[in-house]
């Protein structure tokens, strides 16, 4: 009987302390929409206001007119939309090529892409701001697009991919005087919505968050995304303004965190899934 | 016939043209105009006033007491976030290990930072660090703690942006362990039972060395990553105060429209370092990793 009560006490404990280790991941978000809403006074009282006593709305009208947040916007949805489409048709034949075909060349050049793969943008960054000056595109947003089309960590997956599907499937197929392109289209795309789910969260979410690459392409407000609009604010609503900066950030994570607790579960597995394979 | 016999040789060289098209353009050629341009004094307002250098800018770098500096933070940083975020990571997932509703509630959790933007990140450990009203201090005077100065002393800078580092990516490495750790089959965990194996040993014997590949992966991913360290530190402390927590990306930004040449050649050097850590570790650990 003893050992049993001890068992409760125990798993109760557990329980008590992943709540707290969630808490600690949890709560900074929670304090950050706390924030959002409070007055600036009650962000200056100690001991913190842990609820504000009546919700400023108004923070998030007076955040919105510190800059052109609706160009921030636009911009964000732009670039990370056109990079998502303009990457799956440039991938999708290429990992198609690599994986079905045999051809002089091929593994030289996906050797190229892997090595691709680990070469960062934190290296290159001098170089393709110089390139992209002399085309004269930094006044646009196309050097926030195109380096990223060709995903070589995408390609990569997709052809691991599409390997795995038979190759009976697919001469079957030819025997019916399938085109090449009805192939991808009718069998490889269909049978790998998986693996491009996984490559469209994952680019969704780096292209969203980024926040390095527009800031050394970008020189001006329009063509500037979220991340930096918001990243600004400090600048634009002075340092001690923590209720207006934090309204701003409000409005950067509500949008992924909302798409994070709809597809949590495509999203965790899309990044397991590319950490292990 | 012949026509479609032609076809079917240069079909694979038409689908991956784009891709490839991309990778030089956007990946292999920048490497090599990043080594160019490391090559020379560079002038950004009329390039035929660029001069030839050689290897200037590289002995440079190498006599310059501010590249050192940030060569060490980012090392401090690197050996400080790899060796707790796997510790941590470790911990968490051997402890949330078991399947259950809780358990994957809790993972969820702590892996939300992780889609979150760096700068939103930032932000808010920003006001949490905040010395006077933040959050932080307020809770160490409750326990009856010293507040610090996180941030704003140079003394706390790097650590307090370590926190945040390993704060972030907690989630994903757990998540990535619990998966390895899911994988190992539980009829070697019952003939460990049978043998009567203390948990210590099970955990030492069977578990770490199932996991070893996921651990070597986690190991160079980190160490490479935190390398590239930019963000936090750019909107955090801004490099400051005093320094303290430049990186070396950093230090390359700093000088990207000042200097050019000698911005380039620190790039060659960071591109160097993360291809001989990736070489050694390869060539080190691989072969004392088990693989099944």
């Known amino acids: 009987m003893k050992t049993f009560d001890l068992k409760i006490v125990w798993t109760m404990l557990g329980y008590l302390l992943k709540a707290a280790v969630l808490m600690i991941f949890i709560f900074p978000f929670l304090w950050m929409i706390s924030t959002s809403l409070q007055t600036f006074r009650e962000t200056m009282t100690f001991p913190p206001t842990w609820i504000p006593a009546s919700p400023q709305w108004g923070n998030f009208a007076e955040a919105m007119q510190a800059g052109p947040f609706l160009t921030y916007f636009r911009n964000s949805v732009v670039v990370t939309g056109s990079i998502i489409v303009l990457q799956f048709l440039i991938m999708i034949p290429a990992a198609y090529a690599f994986a ?94 998986p693996a491009l789910a996984t490559i469209a969260l994952f680019s969704f979410v780096s292209h969203w968050n980024d926040y390095f690459w527009p800031l050394v392409m970008t020189d001006s407000a329009a063509v500037r995304p979220l991340t930096l609009g918001i990243a600004m604010l400090r600048e634009t609503e002075g340092i001690s303004n923590w209720h207006i900066i934090m309204a701003g950030n409000v409005i950067l994570v509500v949008p992924i965190l909302l798409v994070y607790v709809f597809c949590s579960k495509h999203i965790v597995k899309a990044f397991v899934y590319s950490g292990i394979k | 016939m012949d026509k479609k016999r032609i076809w079917e040789g240069i079909r ?147 650590i307090s942006v370590i926190i945040v580092s390993v704060w972030q990516a907690i989630g994903y490495y757990t998540l990535i362990i619990v998966a390895a750790l899911q994988s190992i089959s539980p009829s070697i965990y019952e003939a460990a039972a049978l043998d009567n194996a203390s948990r ?58 000042t200097n050019i040449g000698y911005s380039a050649a620190t790039g060659v050097v960071l591109m160097a370092i993360i291809g001989l850590l990736t070489f050694i570790y390869f060539r080190l650990l691989s072969k004392k990793v088990h693989y099944q």
């Open chain 1, 100 to 193: 079905k075909y045999k051809f002089p060349g091929k593994t030289l050049l996906f050797g190229m892409i892997l090595l691709a793969f680990m070469i960062p943008g934190q290296v290159t960054f001098i170089p393709v701001y110089l390139m992209m000056a002399d085309w004269g595109l930094v006044k646009t947003l196309l050097p926030q697009i195109i380096p990223f089309i060709s995903n070589a960590f995408g390609i990569f997956l997709l052809r691991q991919y599409f390997m795995q599907i038979p190759e009976e499937i697919i001469e079957a197929a030819r025997l019916d005087n399938a085109s090449e392109f009805k192939i991808i289209r009718k069998i490889m795309i269909p049978m790998s919505k």
């Open chain 2, 12 to 158: 694979p060289y038409v689908l991956i043209a784009p891709a490839m098209a991309g990778i030089i353009l956007f990946v292999m050629y920048p490497v090599g105009y990043l080594i160019y341009l490391s090559l020379f004094k560079y002038n950004l307002m009329n390039k035929d006033k660029s001069k030839f250098v050689g290897l200037d800018n590289f002995t440079q770098i190498l006599g310059r007491g501010d590249f050192y500096k940030a060569l060490w933070n980012t090392s401090i940083y690197t050996v400080g976030v790899v060796i707790l975020t796997m510790l941590l990571s470790l911990l968490i997932a051997v402890w949330l290990n078991k399947k259950g509703r809780f358990n994957s509630v809790v993972q969820a959790g702590i892996f939300t930072p992780h889609v979150v933007s760096i700068v939103s990140i930032s932000l808010v450990w920003l006001w949490l660090m905040e010395p006077n009203q933040g959050l932080l201090n307020y809770i160490f005077k409750l326990v009856g703690l010293p507040p610090s100065a996180w941030l704003q002393s140079s003394k706390t800078a790097l």
């Open chain 2, 200 to 257: 210590f040993k099970v955990f030492y014997k069977i578990t770490l060395p199932m996991i070893s590949p996921q651990l070597f992966f986690i190991l160079i991913i980190m160490t490479i990553g935190s390398f590239k360290v930019f963000d936090t530190v750019q909107v955090m402390t801004g490099g400051g105060p005093n320094n303290a927590t430049t990186t070396l990306v950093y230090y390359i930004y700093g000088f990207r429209t």
